[in-house]
């Protein structure tokens, strides 16, 4: 599917559906996609196979048809979340499981991170919380001036968009990853931030640390860990999933940085990845990028 047409014509016009329909149609034109991505399937195929060697390769092709039908979904919600602004509205369309360890957490004054994976409709999280009242701001590698990672051209000014609505939705700073880190530490302040265990990428000045992952030993960029240690932040990690009665944010119990160093935060946080992505592996965004966290 032309990208033009897909962010220009096919999404936006599909918002004004009612939503089960919109989600239905996105789903299938998430299907549809799968005949220009067959390259791209039989990796995550090849890696999750990697991962689950006792599943059948059909039970693994049929994970990887629901991804691409999920990252169809996740693409429309861009849309719907402009005019989903109600409190009933979201929480029909979102649910918060265990708020309490993150709201808490705040009325006891403490600066609070979110924190979660590339996993399911991730986003989501955000604008439920602030149909509660809670504003939120991350930090995110889009979104710069300049397209320094080479996507084409109609997905770089679809991601510019797609973040300035959501940090209209949120309500909380968006920063830019690179940038002087000293705002995230008066943002931490009036607002949660939400940080996600990335992929490494090289000259990450923030170093990184060798954890079990998925049966192999993989590394994970420290930036999470570092911010939350100088700030004297709380981590309460978050996952949200999706099933057929829509969206679940579910979070846990809140991670004493203090008490810990930066690799074992980094090792509780990968470890409560691995436990959803083993339990969902049809959710998790990143199985292309495996063989990169696996390298040495």
Same mark, same amino acid.
């Given at each position: ?24 149609? #996105? ?13 791209? +399937? ?18 693994? /092709? ?12 996740? /693409? ?13 509205? &979201?929480?029909?369309?979102?649910? $918060? ?30 604008? %439920? ?7 939120? =701001? ?5 979104? =710069? ?22 940090? /209209? ?24 931030? /939400? ?13 990184? &640390?060798?954890?079990?992952? $998925?049966? +192999?030993? #993989?590394?994970? !960029? ?6 939350? +240690? ?5 981590? &309460? ?8 009665? %829509?969206?679940? #944010?579910?979070?846990? !119990? ?20 691995? &436990? ?21």
């Amino acid at each position: 599917m032309n990208l033009s047409f897909k962010y220009r014509v096919l999404l936006p016009l599909l918002a004004h559906f009612p939503q089960n329909i919109a989600y239905r149609l #996105a789903s299938f034109s998430g299907r549809l996609s799968l005949a220009q991505h067959t390259a791209a +399937k039989a990796t995550i195929i090849e890696q999750m196979q990697r991962v689950f060697p006792e599943k059948q390769e059909a039970e693994l /092709a049929k994970m990887a048809d629901y991804f691409f039908c999920m990252t169809a979904r996740e /693409a429309l919600d861009t849309w719907f979340f402009r005019t989903c602004k109600t409190q009933g509205q &979201v929480d029909d369309f979102i649910q $918060l499981e265990n708020f309490n360890y993150m709201t808490e957490a705040r009325q006891a004054g403490r600066r609070v991170i979110i924190s979660s994976g590339h996993f399911g409709r991730f986003w989501m999280a955000g604008v %439920g919380m602030r149909a509660q009242g809670v504003s939120v =701001g991350t930090i995110t590698r889009d979104g =710069g001036k300049t397209n320094e990672h080479g996507l084409p051209e109609a997905e770089y000014q679809y991601r510019l968009k797609k973040l300035a609505w959501l940090q /209209a939705c949120f309500g909380g700073p968006f920063l830019i990853e690179g940038d002087l880190i000293r705002p995230i530490y008066r943002a931490l302040d009036e607002h949660v931030m /939400a940080l996600f265990i990335d992929v490494p990428y090289t000259g990450d000045k923030n170093g990184c &640390v060798n954890l079990p992952f $998925l049966g +192999k030993e #993989a590394r994970f !960029p420290l930036g999470p860990a570092k911010i939350a +240690k100088s700030s004297k932040a709380l981590i &309460v990690p978050f996952y949200v999933f999706e099933s057929r009665g %829509g969206l679940c #944010a579910k979070f846990y !119990p809140a991670i004493d940085t203090e008490l810990l160093n930066e690799q074992e935060i980094m090792s509780h946080l990968v470890s409560l990845l691995e &436990v959803q992505i083993r339990a969902f592996p049809e959710q998790w965004w990143l199985w292309q990028a495996l063989p990169l966290m696996w390298r040495q």
